[in-house]
T-cell receptor, first 113, second 115 residues
Framework: SQQGEEDPQALSIQEGENATMNCSYK?????LQWYRQNSGRGLVHLIL?????REKHSGRLRVTLDTSKKSSSLLITASRAADTASYFC?????????????FGKGTLLTVNP | NAGVMQNPRHLVRRRGQEARLRCSPM?????VYWYRQLPEEGLKFMVY????????ESGMPKERFSAEFPKEGPSILRIQQVVRGDSAAYFC?????????????FGPGTRLTVL
């Protein structure tokens, strides 16, 4: 398995419900970031959480980080059809290059109207 | 304030041809990164460049691939003698000269299809 693995691989929910996606990683990190990718498009940076932070909020997004378990979760509250996209976590590993983002394979979120 | 621009958005090449992918970073950004995304995969780091310098090309295949970021003009990722396995989406990202290189702004990508 690779650094930054998202779980589940695919998630389908109804509009208005909350969506939770998880990310596990293997090495020590400086920070962890979440990105969204709409089908066939580029990546949009959502949120960055540093290794000394445990929780961060941005609008309807809530990210947690548990460095002891080497895991992070992304919660999208009150989901909308427009949230339909693939979501990737990316880590910047500590002790190495702070520019090299290591991505997981992503979670495909489908929000049904 | 234009974001990172990449062209072409779609590129079709036959095996053995050359592919040239261009990336114009955000205005004022002097750090450029290239990533490759194979189908159903996450992005993989390829190379990190600053103006006229390759800082880290550890993620780039040793043969057929090259990258540059000249003093003037866009960054270019060049793939010579393309093979079917090169079919992927290639993303460019940029970051400003000061501040953290771990906050990168991505372009829309170039989707390369090798026939």
């Amino acid at each position: 398995s690779q650094q930054g693995e998202e779980d589940p691989q695919a998630l389908s929910i109804q509009e208005g419900e909350n969506a939770t996606m998880n990310c596990s990683y293997k090495t020590s990190i400086n920070n962890l970031q979440w990105y969204r990718q709409n089908s066939g498009r580029g990546l949009v940076h959502l949120i960055l959480i540093r290794s000394n932070e445990r929780e961060k909020h941005s609008g309807r997004l809530r990210v947690t980080l548990d460095t002891s378990k080497k895991s992070s979760s992304l919660l999208i509250t009150a989901s909308r059809a427009a949230d339909t996209a693939s979501y990737f976590c990316a880590t910047v590993n500590s002790g190495g290059s702070n520019y090299k983002l290591t991505f997981g394979k992503g979670t495909l979120l489908t929000v049904n109207p | 304030n234009a974001g990172v621009m990449q062209n072409p958005r779609h590129l079709v090449r036959r095996r053995g041809q050359e592919a040239r992918l261009r990336c114009s970073p955000m205005k004022g950004h002097s750090h450029v990164y290239w990533y490759r995304q194979l189908p159903e995969e996450g992005l993989k780091f390829m190379v990190y460049l600053q103006k006229e310098n390759i800082i880290d090309e550890s993620g780039m295949p040793k043969e057929r691939f090259s990258a540059e970021f000249p003093k003037e003009g866009p960054s270019i990722l060049r793939i010579q003698q393309v093979v079917r396995g090169d079919s992927a989406a290639y993303f460019c990202a940029s970051s400003p000269p000061s501040g953290s290189t771990d906050t990168q702004y991505f372009g829309p990508g170039t989707r390369l299809t090798v026939l």
